[in-house]
Nanobody
């Protein structure tokens, strides 16, 4: 089993940056694709970014391209989401997820393990 724990959320102003971390435990996720999703109040969970097992390939939803960067450190069993130029519409609970496949995935149904989420609030 894999346990995922997100951290790094908080309250920021529009234009600020945050870096989310997702620490995996239980087993190594070095051969897992990893993803970040978010869920705003009253909305469904949406895909944000995914990274393949080596970190060599990434994919983002259009609304965060050029502002967010997903990365991973397999030696630390950790995935990151660097979020720059945050906007009020980025406010949500952010979830980390792990998929038992090596290539990126955008469909939440493919992911096998999920963290509890971390809140990101962006004031205008």
């Amino acid at each position: 089993q894999v346990q995922l724990a997100e951290s790094g959320g908080g309250l920021v102003q529009a234009g600020d940056s945050l870096r989310l971390s997702c620490a995996a435990s239980g087993r190594t996720v070095s051969r897992y694709a990893m993803g970040w999703f978010r869920q705003a109040p009253g909305k469904g969970r949406e895909f944000v970014a995914s990274i393949n097992w080596t970190g060599g390939r990434t994919y983002y939803t259009d609304s965060v391209k050029d502002r967010f960067t997903i990365s991973r450190d397999n030696a630390k069993n950790t995935v990151y989401l660097q979020m720059n130029n945050l906007k009020p519409e980025d406010a949500a609970v952010y979830f980390c997820a792990a998929a038992r496949q090596i290539e990126i995935a955008t469909n939440e149904r493919i992911y096998d393990y999920w963290g509890q989420g971390t809140q990101v609030t962006v004031s205008s």
